[in-house]
T-cell receptor, first 109, second 113 residues
Framework: AQRVTQPEKLLSVFKGAPVELKCNYS??????LFWYVQYSRQRLQLLLR??SRESIKGFTADLNKGETSFHLKKPFAQEEDSAMYYC???????????FGTGTLLAVQP | DGGITQSPKYLFRKEGQNVTLSCEQN?????MYWYRQDPGQGLRLIYY???????QKGDIAEGYSVSREKKESFPLTVTSAQKNPTAFYLC????????????FGPGTRLTVL
């Protein structure tokens, strides 16, 4: 079964601390993985995708097929990073997204 | 902040009534999607459409219906058969094909009274 798991509902860190939001997936084919972010009172938007291998707003995510993981990392958290983060898996050519349950990141001053 | 719009922002419905949520996009995208967002459950796919006049059921299609008569529009009807319709509904669109970014609307919060 295709599934995305985000084990943490809430992650609270202090400003300047490293951040790692965990994401594990279950998919039989070659996965297309994404991180979407929803800031307060803003619409859901793409943060990054594994195929582009970009660093956006200091965040990176590496696809680890052996561990079936796509964890999101940032070395130094900022208060403006506080948001809800969703890991998502694109299912085949239809581009349907399978979302995890989300992790709320709270960066304390 | 155009691109993809949803209306209304808030919607109240009495039990037993059908209600239609609007989704419009001017991004010239072929593919459109409807998701339902519930606290603690993430987003779940209701229906999706890859092209005009064609659509497919998602994971939780029961109690919902859609149409895709125009490329720009993908309205969602929440019928009285939907047992727990109170939720936040998100519409998205993308270029057709796998691995493409989906662009989301601002959402509609439906409350059944």
């Amino acid at each position: 079964a295709q599934r995305v798991t985000q084990p943490e509902k809430l992650l609270s860190v202090f400003k300047g601390a490293p951040v790692e939001l965990k994401c594990n997936y279950s998919y039989s084919g070659s996965p297309e993985l994404f991180w979407y972010v929803q800031y307060s009172r803003q619409r859901l938007q793409l943060l990054l995708r594994h195929i582009s291998r970009e660093s956006i707003k200091g965040f990176t995510a590496d696809l680890n097929k052996g561990e079936t993981s796509f964890h999101l990392k940032k070395p130094f958290a900022q208060e403006e990073d506080s948001a809800m983060y969703y890991c998502a898996l694109a299912s085949g050519a239809t581009n349907k997204l399978i979302f995890g349950t989300g992790t709320l990141l709270a960066v304390q001053p | 902040d155009g691109g993809i719009t949803q209306s209304p922002k808030y919607l109240f419905r009495k039990e037993g009534q059908n209600v239609t949520l609007s989704c419009e996009q001017n991004l010239n995208h072929d593919a459109m999607y409807w998701y339902r967002q519930d606290p603690g459950q993430g987003l779940r796919l209701i229906y999706y459409s890859q092209i005009v006049n064609d659509f497919q059921k998602g994971d939780i299609a029961e109690g919902y219906s859609v149409s895709r008569e125009k490329k720009e529009s993908f309205p969602l009807t929440v019928t009285s058969a939907q047992k727990n319709p109170t939720a936040f509904y998100l519409c998205a669109s993308s270029i057709r094909g796998g691995g493409n970014e989906q662009f989301f609307g601002p959402g509609t919060r439906l409350t059944v009274l």
